[in-house]
């Protein structure tokens, strides 16, 4: 079976309306007053663990352009010395 190649942005989009979908259904099969209270707190988990896992993303990306600078330093100033 061939495979769908989706850009990011499209996954995401995907993503956040299947997770909104998923949302309202359980706050509709949930009973009244716990409904709203089971599923802000899962809400607030979720919440927590996408913005750790950017936070995660963010700092690879800056670690990552950190090494990549140095890397660039260090061969400019090895062209330096050789002149």
Do not use: C, R, Y
Not at 38 to 51: D, E, H, Q, S, T
Not at 58 to 63: C, I, N, V
Request: charged share 20%; proline share 2%.
């Amino acid at each position: 079976m061939g495979k769908i190649h989706l850009k990011s942005s499209v996954k995401g989009a995907i993503t956040g309306a299947s997770m909104a979908g998923g949302w309202l259904l359980a706050d509709l099969l949930l009973p009244e007053p716990w409904g709203d209270v089971v599923l802000f707190a899962a809400m607030a988990v979720l919440n927590i663990g996408i913005g750790w896992k950017i936070g995660k993303m963010f700092e690879k990306q800056e670690a990552e352009s950190g090494v990549t600078e140095a890397v660039e330093a260090k061969a400019a100033a090895g062209l330096e010395s050789q002149s």
